[in-house]
T-cell receptor, first 108, second 116 residues
Framework: GENVEQHPSTLSVQEGDSAVIKCTYSDSASNYFPWYKQELGKRPQLIIDIRSNVGEKKDQRIAVTLNKTAKHFSLHITETQPEDSAVYFCASEGQFYFGTGTSLTVIP | EPEVTQTPSHQVTQMGQEVILRCVPISNHLYFYWYRQILGQKVEFLVSFYNNEISEKSEIFDDQFSVERPDGSNFTLKIRSTKLEDSAMYFC??????????????FGPGTRLTVL
C-alpha cells in the first residue's frame, strides 16, 4: 500500500508569517492529494486538494504544490492567523492513506 | 448544507463486548468509509464500501470488524469482541457523485469508543 510521510510533526510560526508542510508518497500511481485540517476534538475537514494533472493550486491564503517526479507535495499557508492553529493531515491514493499530521501553532 | 452524522458521540463498553457504531452518510453519496484515530495519532483507514460491498480494507480491518448498510440511509461498523486497543475515535465519511473515489470525503463528527 501507499506510504505517506509528513514533516514537520510540529510547527510554530508568528502571526503573519508563512507556514509550509511537506508530504512524500511512495506510489507513483497516486493521482489525488487532499489536505485536511483538524481542530482539537473535531472532524477532519478538507481545505484544499490537487490532482496530478496540475503542479499548483491556490485558494486565497492556502496553496498546494505537487512534484510528481519527486513524489512530494506541500501545503503553503501565507499570512497565518491564530485560527489557522490546528493539526493538518495530507493524504493520497483515494485518501485512504493519511500522513502523520502536523500540529501548527500560530502565535499572536 | 448536508452533513454526515454519527451516533453515539461516545460509547463506553467492556472488553469482549460487541459494539455497533452508526453513521448516516450524505444522501446522494455513493462511497462510504470508516476510519479510526487513536488519541493524538493520525487518521487510519479501515474500510471503504461501494455498491453494497467492501471495495477496500486495511490490515486493521480484521475478522472482528464488519460493515453493513442495512437500509437506504444507515452505514454501520460492528466490532464483535472489543479489545482495549480498539479505544479510539471512529470517523465515518462519504463521498462521490458517480465520478469515482477521487472526490472530497466528508467526515462525520466521530464516535469516541472507550473500551474498559
Amino acid at each position: 500500500g501507499e506510504n505517506v510521510e509528513q514533516h514537520p510533526s510540529t510547527l510554530s510560526v508568528q502571526e503573519g508569517d508563512s507556514a509550509v508542510i511537506k508530504c512524500t508518497y511512495s506510489d507513483s500511481a497516486s493521482n489525488y492529494f487532499p489536505w485536511y485540517k483538524q481542530e482539537l476534538g473535531k472532524r477532519p475537514q478538507l481545505i484544499i486538494d490537487i490532482r496530478s494533472n496540475v503542479g499548483e493550486k491556490k485558494d486565497q491564503r492556502i496553496a498546494v504544490t505537487l512534484n510528481k517526479t519527486a513524489k512530494h507535495f506541500s501545503l503553503h499557508i501565507t499570512e497565518t492567523q491564530p485560527e489557522d492553529s490546528a493539526v493538518y493531515f495530507c493524504a493520497s491514493e483515494g485518501q485512504f492513506y493519511f500522513g502523520t499530521g502536523t500540529s501548527l501553532t500560530v502565535i499572536p | 448544507e448536508p452533513e454526515v452524522t454519527q451516533t453515539p458521540s461516545h460509547q463506553v463498553t467492556q472488553m469482549g463486548q460487541e459494539v455497533i457504531l452508526r453513521c448516516v452518510p450524505i444522501s446522494n453519496h455513493l462511497y462510504f468509509y470508516w476510519y479510526r484515530q487513536i488519541l493524538g495519532q493520525k487518521v487510519e483507514f479501515l474500510v471503504s464500501f461501494y455498491n453494497n460491498e467492501i471495495s477496500e480494507k486495511s490490515e486493521i480491518f480484521d475478522d472482528q470488524f464488519s460493515v453493513e448498510r442495512p437500509d437506504g440511509s444507515n452505514f454501520t461498523l460492528k466490532i464483535r469482541s472489543t479489545k482495549l486497543e480498539d479505544s479510539a475515535m471512529y470517523f465515518c465519511a462519504s463521498s462521490g457523485h458517480g465520478l469515482g473515489i477521487l472526490n472530497e470525503q466528508f467526515f462525520g463528527p466521530g464516535t469516541r469508543l472507550t473500551v474498559l
